[in-house]
C-alpha cells in the first residue's frame, strides 16, 4: 500500500532476458581429430604418418588453409602438437595428450587462467555449481576459445539484469500500514 492506503499495483518486470543465456558452447571441441578434405574424412595421421614434420615456423599452412595460426608467441604446431602422433597434443614434457583433455596442454602456458577455470572463475560451468544437486560440467578451453587463434573477437555483452523487478519486491516488503492513533 502507498502511504494514502491503496494498493499499489506491482508490475513484474523479468530480471533476466532468457534468450541472453544459453547452455550451447561458443564452439564445438574436437574430441576426435579428423579433417574433412576433397569430400572425403582423415584422421591427421592418414597424412601426417607419410610427412616429414617442418622444422620451420610459419602462421599458414598449405594443406590446412583453414587454420591460421595466431597465438603470441605459441607459432609452432609441435608446442601442442606430438610429433610421432598427430592425433595426441603435448604438454611441456612431450607427454602425449588425447584431445578430449586438451586443458592439460593448455595449462602448460596458461597457468594463471587454468587455475581460475580449476576454481570456477575463470571460463564456464553449465548444469549446477553444487555438485550434490548434480551434475556440474566444466567446458574446457576449446570449448570456447579457438585453439589456433585464442583470442575472442569483441562481442556485444548482454544486459544487465532488470533490477526494478527486485526493488518493487523490496518495496513490498517495507510498506506497512500505517494506522493513527
Known amino acids: 500500500m502507498n502511504v494514502w492506503g491503496e494498493k499499489r499495483e506491482i508490475i513484474r518486470h523479468p530480471l533476466t532476458n532468457p534468450e541472453d543465456f544459453t547452455k550451447q558452447p ?3 571441441a574436437r ?5 574433412m578434405q576433397d569430400g572425403y574424412m582423415y584422421r591427421c595421421n592418414d597424412c ?3 610427412i616429414e614434420p617442418s622444422t620451420v615456423q610459419k602462421s599458414f599452412f598449405s594443406a590446412h588453409s583453414d587454420i591460421i595460426l595466431d597465438h603470441g608467441a605459441n607459432n ?3 608446442t601442442c602438437h606430438s610429433i610421432n602422433n598427430r592425433e595426441m597434443l603435448v604438454d611441456i614434457n612431450k607427454n602425449e595428450i588425447s584431445f578430449s583433455q586438451s586443458h592439460q596442454t593448455c595449462l602448460q602456458c596458461h597457468g594463471p587462467i587454468y587455475r581460475d577455470w580449476e576454481n570456477g572463475v575463470h571460463g564456464r560451468m553449465n548444469d549446477f555449481w553444487d ?23 569483441p562481442m556485444q555483452p548482454a544486459p544487465a539484469p532488470n533490477i526494478q523487478n527486485y526493488r ?5 516488503l517495507t510498506i506497512k500500514e500505517q494506522s493513527h492513533e
Open 26 to 28: 561458443v564452439r564445438e
Open 31 to 35: 574430441l576426435e581429430p579428423k579433417v
Open 48 to 50: 601426417h604418418d607419410n
Open 168 to 172: 518493487d519486491f523490496l518495496e513490498h
Open 76 to 78: 609452432y604446431c609441435l
Open 131 to 153: 555438485s550434490n544437486k548434480g551434475e556440474v560440467r566444466k567446458l574446457t578451453c576449446v570449448a570456447c576459445h579457438n585453439p589456433h587463434q585464442p583470442k575472442f573477437q
